[in-house]
């Protein structure tokens, strides 16, 4: 950015008469208003070297003493400046504000003539607000008015940025706008509608120039897809050069089909050169919306002026493939309308987003049906009458009288999944038989790009709902713990992944906490995830220690197959006893943050051999916590880093679940902001923590009672008197109720032990009622005369929730019952 001209017009392209290049200023300005680039021509314009210009505010580099008045900038002189007689006012409104511009107070782009007062020169200038990432704000551009000013019988009451750009005036009543406004996209097929449009509003309503930049813009051959003017060029030559022949004797004048065949190799080649250019427009995505926008924006203007999409509904919705061939009860989805008309024109009638049917004398319906294209060269009146009358609510006359239509099919495996209606203006050429075949080519790259993006789409709903399933859904509250979680899908092979978390509840208020990986991505470790997580929870419910539930779980992996691997932590958590027991498998080790003095550590637990490997023992470890302290466990997409070690991803692990947070929630979010990683993450992340609350040994209570059916009435009076204490008057009758048919069905099953009756009191009263019978209760229908079989069903219909567990020495069976919101009653 050195160094940068205007060009000036050459010889008569200008009524000015200059000619040749002006050195022109570039000044970037920040933010802050301060100057961040500094041009050479900057340099030689304003006289302040770049180290003086650079960080300081603009303002001051470029104080501004007035604007020129209209009758100055007439009768000023070729010399320009002060020198010309040039009269400035401060207070005159006929330009635009260089204070404002600068000082960032407008939101356009801006021009005007200044003159500064330090150093005394007259400027022309252009500003432009810059928007994006950086922290350039402004880009202003200027120029020494006095090379640039015309003489006074030349200027004819044109301000400069006239002279500089002829043939754009500063006002609407620009002769010939209308016509540009309607050039614009064929000069600028890449542009979008709406880009032509601001342009033209811009320069020929809001008089500024503009200053466009774009990666890469080419120019048709043929936009009205005629004749091809390369082929006419191609068949002058050759006329040229058969009659240069004939003259020197050599070859007589070309027969008609040379010419004729000249014109169509070139008017096809056209055609192929159209397609493959779309080819490589459309299809930059598996997303299906940006497809369907690639595929529209690819025709307009090109092709033709007007392309209107529609999918069937299973298409849109990335579902499986449509069943069977459309028809009039069909519905079809408007997904784009892209056009060059005027703005509005298209919305109101025919909006995006909107589904219908097609009636069946249409020739929507007959492409649609048939699978093949339906041209239409021009449509008349009495033709646009009778295709509108087929349509209810709306008047589509005006959108389609006058004009050639051509209906492409997007068909994919010979399914149609929706269709194009392409249109041209009427001064346009027709549709024929070439537009036709070219046409159809174009639908059949856009049908399998579609359905490529339908597919990918529809298997990753397919992944996202098999993962969505498969993760549980956690409980926040429980006796003695308040649970938070996170999974975050990973962005490599797709987005499902192996990892899953859990927590399951476990006899005497104990609660398991899990997380595991498998290895690798894809469907086949979601499944494998399924089966090793249903493993777990079942071997939960029988209360296997976490050596032995991992020792099982490891067997199971290597009887499913050699390719079951898979990481896991397991810990079990007793409020009462206020400890933890963990056992691990390859995983990495949890963060425990004391509640005490808020400082973090990675528990220090034998790491263990990953499931599926066999052959390698695990250990448990205890650990003592406190009431108010976090688990954290994670896997190892939080904190694993390709090519750094993975004790950096643990050191800020720890780091920021230390830090301080309103709620769970907050604490997780931390954690996640914390470890993302610029670029992405790639592997899928599971994360659980855990704040472990505790339960005071004042909210249990435990008797145990004899083998005696009178200790059934026993239990009753100790639940009663209980409950009062705790303050629970009003629920006491209820719990009286549910623990004497639990009770009576342990005495009536158990064998040679005691039964152990242990009542909690936390967020609900938690009951559990133990005995040495392996035979786990369960629900019997049970008649008028059964004696049995309506003590659980009892249960069931009075208890928040319910179940029954096999332990070590034999079962326990558990139920919640809610409680009143007036208080514990401590």
């Known amino acids: 950015m050195d160094r940068r001209d205007l060009r000036v017009p050459q010889g008569g392209e200008s009524r000015s008469g200059l000619s040749g290049r002006v050195p022109l200023a570039v000044v970037v300005v920040d933010g802050q208003g301060l100057v961040s680039h500094w041009s050479t021509g900057a340099r030689r314009l304003f006289g302040r070297a770049k180290e003086e210009a650079l960080g300081r505010p603009v303002v001051d580099l470029l104080p501004v003493s007035g604007t020129l008045t209209d009758d100055a900038d007439r009768s000023g002189g070729s010399g320009g400046g002060a020198a010309s007689g040039a009269a400035y006012d401060p207070d005159d409104d006929l330009g635009p504000d260089l204070d404002a511009s600068l000082n960032g107070e407008t939101s356009y782009p801006t021009a005007g003539r200044a003159r500064l007062c330090d150093p005394e020169v007259d400027v022309l200038w252009w500003a432009y607000p810059l928007v994006g990432p950086g922290p350039e704000r402004l880009l202003m551009l200027a120029a020494d008015a006095a090379q640039l000013h015309a003489p006074p019988e030349e200027a004819d009451g044109q301000d400069e940025f006239e002279r500089i750009a002829p043939g754009f005036a500063l006002h609407t009543e620009f002769p010939g706008a209308e016509e540009l406004a309607k050039r614009l996209p ?36 043929t936009p009205d897809w005629g004749v091809p003017k390369r082929a006419e060029r191609r068949a002058g030559q050759r006329r040229a050069a058969a009659g240069s022949a004939a003259v020197a004797g050599k070859a007589t004048a070309p027969q008609p089909g040379e010419v004729e065949n000249d014109l169509e190799y070139a008017a096809v080649r056209e055609h192929l050169e159209f397609l493959n250019e779309v080819s490589g427009r459309i299809g930059s995505s598996l997303d299906l919306a940006r497809t369907i926008q690639e595929v529209s924006a690819a025709v307009v203007p090109r092709f033709t002026d007007v392309a209107g999409t529609y999918l069937r509904e299973q298409v849109l919705a990335g579902e499986g493939f449509p069943d069977g061939p459309p028809d009039v009860t069909t519905m079809w989805y408007r ?44 449509i008349t009146e009495p033709m646009g009458d009778a295709i509108a009358s087929q349509f209810e609510k709306r008047d589509i006359r005006p959108l389609i009288t006058g004009r050639s239509m051509l209906v ?163 810990a079990v958590y007793d409020p009462v ?74 050191a800020a692990l720890c780091e920021s679940a230390a830090h301080p947070a309103a709620s769970m929630d907050d604490a997780c979010d931390t954690i996640i902001r914390a470890l993302n990683r610029p670029g992405g993450r790639k592997d899928d992340v599971a994360l659980l923590m855990a704040r472990l609350n505790g339960i005071p040994r004042e909210d249990v209570a435990m008797w145990q009672l004899a083998l005696d059916p009178r200790e059934v009435a026993r239990a009753r009076q100790l639940t009663r008197d209980t409950l009062v204490r705790w303050g629970f008057e009003d629920a006491a009758e209820t719990a009286e109720l549910l623990v004497g048919e639990v009770v009576t069905n342990a005495v009536r099953h158990a064998h040679t032990r005691h039964i152990e009756l242990r009542l909690v009191r936390a967020d609900a009263l938690l009951c559990e009622v133990a005995d040495d019978d392996h035979s786990v209760p369960v629900l019997i229908g049970a008649g008028p005369q059964d004696e049995f079989g309506r003590g659980l069903r009892i249960v069931s219909r009075l208890a928040r929730e319910w179940g029954a567990s096999r332990t070590a020495q034999g079962k326990t069976v558990w139920f919640e019952q809610s409680l009143p919101p007036r208080g514990r009653g401590r």
């Not at 269709?419 to 639908?443: C, K, P, S, Y």
Request: a negative charge.
């Open 408 to 570: 492409v099919p997007l068909k994919a495996r010979n399914v149609v999944l929706g269709f194009m209606i392409l249109l041209r203006h009427a001064q346009r050429a027709v549709f024929n038989d070439m537009d036709r075949v070219t046409g159809a080519e174009l639908a059949a790259r856009a049908g399998l790009v579609l359905d490529n993006a339908r597919m990918y789409t529809y298997q990753e709903n397919v992944a996202d709902t098999l993962q969505d399933s498969m993760l549980p859904q956690i409980t926040p509250r429980m006796p003695g713990c308040d649970v938070a979680t996170r999974y975050l899908p990973g962005t490599r092979l797709g987005r499902v992944g192996g990892d899953w978390f859990d927590t399951i509840k476990l006899p005497g208020s104990r609660l398991a906490l899990v997380v595991g990986d498998v290895m690798g991505h894809g469907l086949n470790s979601a499944a494998m995830m399924g089966q090793l997580r249903t493993a777990v929870q079942t071997m939960a419910a029988m209360d296997m220690p976490p050596v032995q539930l991992l020792r099982n779980l490891d067997d199971l992996a290597q009887r499913l197959g050699e390719h079951y691997l898979a990481t896991c932590l397991y």
């Open 186 to 221: 064929e000069i600028l097929p890449s542009m979008s509608v709406s880009e032509s449009r601001r342009i033209v509003s811009q320069v020929l309503e809001l008089g500024y120039p503009v200053l466009e930049i774009s990666q890469h813009d080419r120019v048709p051959v």
């Open 577 to 650: 006893e206020s400890e933890l027991l963990i056992a691990n498998a390859g995983h990495i080790p949890p963060v425990l943050v004391r509640a005490a003095d808020g400082r973090s550590e990675l528990l220090d637990i034998p790491t263990g051999a990953p499931i599926g490997i066999g052959g390698v023992p695990f250990e448990t470890v205890k650990v003592p916590v406190a009431p108010g302290d976090r688990l954290v466990l994670c896997t190892d997409g939080l904190v694993e880093v390709r090519g750094q070690d993975i004790g950096q991803g643990l």
């Open 335 to 378: 997904v784009a309308v892209e056009h060059n008309d005027e703005p509005g024109r298209w919305d109101d009638v025919v909006p995006v987003g909107e589904s219908m049917p097609f009636p069946e004398q249409t020739p929507f319906f007959q492409c649609m049906t048939s699978g093949q294209p339906v041209l239409v060269p021009r």
